[in-house]
């Protein structure tokens, strides 16, 4: 349920509710607003609504009929922003992950990282750790991936993401990186999320290769649950009978899960579709549709990729990509930065 405050509530009171939902055997996430301070009260406890409802301070108890509900706009209505030093994914501008699928060397990560920082990139997207469909290919680099990764980061000045495949992996890759991917595959291993919801650094949770809206919300229910309100949603295409595209990107669920939640969502036009080809008009249409940002896969020589080579940009289409992006975001309100302005501390 959520219980919803008074305007002008005291802290007294708030705690007051708080205390006594947890007695009824809730766990209780608290989100303040503008206005008035909202209590999203879940678990398996049965409190009493009316009893809850009588209570000084309260406005109104209101029982959320989604199975899914910290994720909620009935929770929170306003959009939640997830902030990365000073990256706001969820505010006026669509902010943009680049970089390579995998961590090959030294120079390809490098050369890549300043091209699209060069573009207007605000983070650093690439693998250490790489979940593939067979255990003979490339598999990532590992933590020489992720100190490659860091190194040329810091020397452009962008935040990290990288993904975490395995609940081993966690305190490491949190050393080097400033937002956790999960990827598809992962989406349903409620062990990883569960973890990550103990952790305080953001998680950028992709879609399952065949998940509903639901399923991939009620994943990041679990993160939510554990305490981690930095939760941005990516949309990367799903299996479907289509075998033209490796990837069915479906633009449609950025402005269904824009309705129903409150949290950022990305969109992923390169597994969208599979095709280096398809990235920039599917890339297009998802700021279109109203995404808060694009993860998209950059390589110096994609031809040579020792992974996701047929979906990898070069560096001058990204850069021209960029620029047909920023013609389209403020015809929604929205904007794109021309260069990556100077950060710092970044991996700290």
Excluded at 26 to 53: F, K, W
Excluded at 65 to 75: D, G, H, I, Q, V
Excluded at 280 to 300: S, T
Excluded at 325 to 333: D, H, S
Aim: proline share 4%.
């Amino acid at each position: 349920m959520v219980v919803v405050m008074q305007e002008g509530a005291s802290e007294a009171q708030i705690e007051g509710v708080v205390k006594r939902l947890v007695e009824m055997g809730m766990d209780v996430h608290r989100s303040t607003g503008v206005e008035r301070t909202v209590l999203g009260a879940v678990g398996q406890g049965r409190p009493d609504a009316t009893l809850i409802e009588m209570m000084d301070g309260v406005d109104e108890v209101v029982r959320i009929s989604s199975p899914y509900k910290l994720a909620s706009r009935t929770f929170k209505a306003e959009p939640t922003v997830v902030t990365v030093g000073d990256i706001r994914i969820g505010g006026d501008e669509v902010i943009v992950m680049a970089g390579p699928c995998s961590a090959e060397n030294e120079q390809q990560v490098r050369s890549t990282a300043a091209a699209v920082r060069r573009a207007g990139a605000k983070i650093l997207r690439g693998g250490a750790f790489k979940p593939r469909s067979s255990p003979y290919a490339f598999q990532g680099l590992g933590e020489e991936g992720l100190r490659l990764l860091r190194d040329a980061a810091n020397a452009e000045n962008l935040a990290l993401v990288s993904e975490v495949m395995d609940i081993s992996q966690i305190d490491l890759i949190e050393r080097y990186c400033d937002i956790f991917q999960v990827g598809a595959r992962n989406m349903q291993n409620f062990t990883l999320l569960r973890e990550l919801g103990h952790r305080r650094k953001p998680v950028l949770l992709k879609r399952g290769i065949s998940a509903t809206i639901e399923e991939w919300l009620l994943s990041s229910e679990y993160i939510l649950s554990g305490g981690n309100t930095d939760v941005i949603l990516c949309e990367r295409g799903i299996r479907t009978f289509e075998t033209a595209t490796r990837n069915t990107f479906d633009v449609s669920a950025i402005a269904m899960v824009k309705k129903l939640s409150h949290l950022p969502v990305v969109a992923d036009p390169s597994h969208g579709a599979g095709r280096r080809d398809m990235v920039a008009p599917l890339a297009r249409a998802a700021v279109a549709a109203g995404a808060d940002g694009l993860i998209v896969e950059v390589h110096c020589d994609p031809d040579h990729a020792l992974s996701d080579g047929a979906q990898s940009m070069f560096p001058a289409q990204f850069d021209r990509l960029m620029a047909e992006l920023r013609i389209i975001a403020p015809a929604i309100g929205r904007s794109i930065c021309l260069e990556s302005a100077p950060r710092r501390g970044w991996g700290k």
